[in-house]
């Protein structure tokens, strides 16, 4: 059921054939590749760190990808934010309000391209008050990573990597570490865990510099998808 006040926004399906829980199981390791990048490189974060860590996750999607498999990321991760939205939203929780994130997700993707991309925000009725400052919303938020990232490219002299870890192994976030790594670069190496946590849940560790994947993500995105596709 539709939150009272909230927008009677459609789930819109990606324009390809693409997969709901290979895009989102991509866009949350992002995510928290956002954290550890955060954490390794010491980047200042005036704001929430979610906020940050959700503007790096699709600025890297926008960047690594072809224009459309980034744009089916986006649709799918997108979806992902509003269903989530349904729920009653959780204000102490250090993540803003899911409704707020499928919104920036939507802006921050569009005012990559926003000629290219403007079917993609009708689609996903962002509103034109809110359109018209993507593209300096994604202009400030490439500038702000930039450097960042530039200065762990690959020739940076940082010898750090990714390092994939588990007995359970999940082939679609073993190929992102690959092409990661030749992209990359990293003060110290992260080690990227895929197991089973007893919840749908990812999480950095400041403490263990690792990124854990828990497997239960994957039947909980399925049961979403299934969700969507029956609405």
């Not at 059921?1 to 819109?12: I, Y």
């Not at 930039?146 to 976030?173: C, F, K, P, R, Y």
Request: aromatic share 10%; net charge negative; proline share 3%.
């Amino acid at each position: 059921m539709m939150r009272a006040g909230a927008l009677c926004l459609a789930l819109v399906p990606a324009p390809a054939m693409a997969d709901f829980t290979e895009s989102n199981l991509l866009a949350i390791f992002y995510h928290e590749l956002g954290h550890a990048v955060i954490h390794q490189m010491d980047v200042p974060i005036f704001g929430q760190e979610e906020d940050a860590a959700d503007a790096l996750s699709i600025l890297l999607i926008d960047a690594l990808y072809e224009a459309e498999d980034a744009e089916v990321i986006a649709y799918d991760s997108a979806n992902l934010f509003w269903a989530e939205a349904q729920n009653e939203p959780a204000f102490w929780d250090t993540h803003g309000p899911d409704e707020q994130r499928y919104f920036n997700t939507v802006c921050l993707f569009y005012g990559a391209d926003p000629d290219g991309r403007e079917e993609f925000a009708q689609d996903l009725e962002l509103p034109e008050e809110r359109a018209e400052g993507c593209e300096d919303e994604f202009a400030l938020a490439a500038d702000s990573w930039h450097s960042v990232l530039d200065g762990m490219s690959a020739n940076s002299g940082l010898t750090g990597q990714l390092v994939l870890n588990g007995s359970v192994a999940m082939e679609l976030i073993s190929h992102e570490i690959k092409a990661l790594n030749a992209e990359f670069k990293w003060p110290r190496n992260i080690t990227v865990t895929l197991e089973s946590c007893d919840e749908a849940n990812a999480f950095y560790d400041l403490d263990a510099q690792s990124i854990t994947m828990c497997t239960e993500l994957v039947d909980w995105l399925d049961g979403i998808a299934t969700q969507i596709a029956a609405d």
